[in-house]
């Protein structure tokens, strides 16, 4: 099964007036401005979804006040204090300027102020809750959610939704409501309609069918139906149609069959035609209900319109996932905006205890977050598929990409045993790529990495290919190189590679790459000293053209002169 996702990149832009203002400008991965703040303010409100002003807060007041129109669309805005301390977000909260201010904050080393009430009384905010799309009184609800008071939930589904009962003594209170539904209703004064991702539609087509065909056809279904279209999550369609601009125009996500897995679904309109072309007798319909997961149900059969036919599932229980997410090497900056994305948006954060404090600042009310021991792999894996299997969206988190020692082969593997929910594995920076960026360029030409634990590879085979790289004159990153269990090792793979390689070959020993107490050791093959190794290091060793160059760490690339 594939599926497809994208997601537009939001226009930051950063202004500065002062000189500290425009070094801070500088260190952020947006576009800056160190110009007149008001005019720029104002001629680019329209076009960007955020700003990050270097300003107090009162100037920005003055500056942002009479521009405001309304929450829906105006951008954020958030602001820096000239010593670069506070980042206070100071409109747009909910559409993305407390996310926004704790980017910023991170990166700066500030702490971020964050204000808007739901934030500081640690509830669900009920437009940031990810999956679902809320509208209605959002602000009258959010009022009474902050006050304290539980809110009557109505939902037309079977679905799990958040439990706003901070104290669980208050009843509920009947007049603050909100309704869960995927049909189309539109709030009451006082209301709130919170529509889940639960529908999916269903998409056959032929292979000259206009770009708009199934996007009209779908709406005229849902309206017909009394389904909202903000429900939709997902289009399911047949492989060979999945990049055709009929179904990518819907602007979903896409989710494709084959052939063969769909013709295993039983549908109740069946097609001869239609299986003598493709090789099922269903698109639409057996797309949308496989689509839809176990449990579903087809609520809307199969519609046509010319080029085209939509038909509509709705899930049993919300789809499930797992991330598997590299954080990188620990600095903030080093965190790709992908794993932000992807822990955001997840309901369970689950990592060891030291990776899942990595992540604090994105972790909001709405995210259970699970703390487990180191070596406990294989539980903590087994408890992000079984509820991934059921429904709720899980952030595994890792250190360094997931894929290099970590987490990733494991949940890939036992995935099968919990129904293939969707797996996602979002790449980090690698601890061998980050200490290599602190050395110089120790890795530049071919190299290897070599992980000296033992736990799950016998000793025999780390040497074999110990010795293969020792043969083959290329750089060599151990992880793993020491525990508190594990103290051979090392000194072992430094005398193999010794008796291949020259006493001068440069050694280094990074400890805590781009984290708290990061250290860097330098060294020579004859005078490398292992006892400034422990579980935090990653040892480099440099290839016989390895050389020192001003105290950085450089391997020449090895294209003649
Ligand atoms: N998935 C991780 C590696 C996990 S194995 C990654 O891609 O980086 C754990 C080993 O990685 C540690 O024993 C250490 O050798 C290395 N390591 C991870 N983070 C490190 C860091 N910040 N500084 C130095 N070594 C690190």
Known sequence: MTSSLTIPDPTILSVSITERGKVNGNKLPYEHFHCKMAEAVRREWQRVDGFVLFCSVGIAVRLVGPLLGSKATDPAVVTVDEAGRFVVPICGGHRGGNNLARDVAGIL????????????????????????HASGDIAAITRRLVDGQRPAVVSTLEWPVPEWNADADTEPNEDAFIVVTDQQVPPAPGQVVLNPPSLVVGVGASSDAPATEADRLLRRVLAQAGLSERSVSVVATIDRRANDPVVTSLDLPVVSFTAEQLATVEVPNPSDVVMSEVGTASVAEAAALLAAGPGAELIVEKQKASAATVAIARRAVPQGSVSVVGLGPGAVEMRTPQAVTAIRSADVVIGYTYYVDQVDDLCAAHHEVIRSPIGSEVDRCVEALRRAAAGQRVALVCSGDPGVFAMATLVLERAPEFGNPPVDVVGGVTASLASAAILGAPLAHDHAMISLSDLLTPWEHIVRRVTAVAEADMAVAFYNPKSQRRVTQLDEAITILSKH???????AVVVNATREGERTFLSTLDTFDASVVDMFSLVVVGSSTTQIINGRMVTPRGYGD
């Open 501 to 507: 390689r020259p006493g001068t070959t440069p050694v």
């Open 109 to 132: 080393g500030a702490e971020a102020v964050v204000t808007t009430a739901t934030d500081g009384a640690g509830i669900t905010a009920l437009d940031t809750l990810p999956g679902f």
